[in-house]
């Protein structure tokens, strides 16, 4: 597996895992409940979702080579790029009118 496909796998799994919280109401996509998610669950799935994804690319950066040290800079940017590809599951969510 080359760097450019590594690189691609960790955005789809970003952007898959930055909106499951929004998609469904079971916890973490497994457990089901009864009652619906809130905002405060759902975000706090995001939080747990984000570490998954940057474990997951933490091992294939590893598989691949040598890891490199990262800052807080790494951090906060990348957060903020979850943050953003969670965009379409909120207004989905909470945004977008359903009809029932």
């Known amino acids: 597996m080359n760097h450019s496909f590594s690189v691609w796998l960790v ?53 691949a080579g040598q890891i490199a040290p990262q800052g807080w800079e790494f951090y906060a940017t990348t957060g903020a790029l979850f943050i953003t590809l969670a965009f379409p599951g909120f207004v989905y969510r909470y945004l977008y009118r359903h009809r029932g």
């Open 11 to 63: 955005l789809i799994a970003a952007l898959l895992a930055a909106n499951l919280p929004f998609i469904n109401e079971r916890w973490l996509a497994v457990i089901p409940r009864g009652l619906p998610k809130t905002l405060g669950m759902r975000l706090a799935e995001m939080v747990l979702l984000y570490f998954a994804v940057g474990a997951f690319g933490l091992a294939l950066e590893q598989r």
